[in-house]
């Protein structure tokens, strides 16, 4: 009983160290936002055209309005998360974007966000795509310089299924519930500066 006592003296020290785990989560999404924002806005014409166009885009109604939601939720988003101001309230927006993907692009695709042959994830498309892979991978090594194409890492087919719009989803979800954290988010000095003045 008392190992199981101090056990829990240690994990509760450890909750001075809590604004950790908001932060890594707010710096790991923001430049994921940051960067499809931005990927958005500078071809914004092409954005547009892909929201809309039911037989090779999305096919959403009023193109240009959820276009430009979902390019300004990406880089104000970018922009809250890094400064951990207004973190669950950006978050609502994004998560509902990381649903549109997920259904709108991704959920088709399956699980897997790269191809891969076997595992529990693994599906038609998937294990089709290995076939399709090695097939690339011999055209390259007899006529191209595959040890240079492949020094920084492998080939890999992408399968575009919810893996890495889920995981996001989650991460935001979990900044929802807990907030930005304490003492490097404007949030937490708002907070505090209104708690004083009370």
């Given at each position: 009983?008392?190992?199981?006592?101090?056990?829990?003296?240690?994990?509760?020290?450890?909750?001075?160290?809590?604004?950790?785990?908001?932060?890594?989560?707010?710096?790991?999404?923001?430049?994921?936002?940051?960067?499809a924002g931005m990927n958005k806005a500078m071809h914004f014409p092409d954005t547009v055209q892909w929201f809309g166009d039911a037989m090779y885009g999305l096919g959403l109604p009023f193109p240009t309005l959820m276009a430009?939601?979902?390019t300004s939720a990406e880089l104000l988003g970018a922009a809250a998360l890094v400064l951990g101001l207004g973190v669950r309230w950006i978050a609502l927006p994004l998560m509902f974007t990381m649903l549109v993907a997920i259904v709108t692009v991704h959920l088709p695709n399956g699980w897997l966000a790269i191809s891969e042959g076997m595992g529990p994830f693994a599906t038609e498309r998937t294990m089709s795509a290995i076939d399709r892979l090695q097939e690339i991978k011999e055209i390259l090594m007899e006529?191209?310089?595959?040890?240079?194409?492949?020094?920084?890492?492998?080939?890999?087919?992408?399968?575009?299924?919810?893996?890495?719009?889920?995981?996001?989803?989650?991460?935001?979800?979990s900044l929802f519930f807990t907030g930005a954290g304490r003492y490097v988010s404007v949030d937490y000095w708002i907070q505090r500066r209104i708690q004083s003045q009370a």
């Open positions: 009983m008392k190992l199981l006592l101090k056990m829990q003296g240690y994990l509760d020290a450890t909750r001075q160290l809590d604004f950790l785990a908001p932060l890594a989560l707010r710096l790991y999404l923001a430049p994921i936002f940051f960067v430009g939601l979902a006529h191209g310089d595959y040890d240079r194409l492949t020094d920084h890492g492998s080939l890999v087919i992408l399968n575009n299924g919810i893996e890495f719009a889920a995981t996001y989803l989650i991460m935001l979800l």
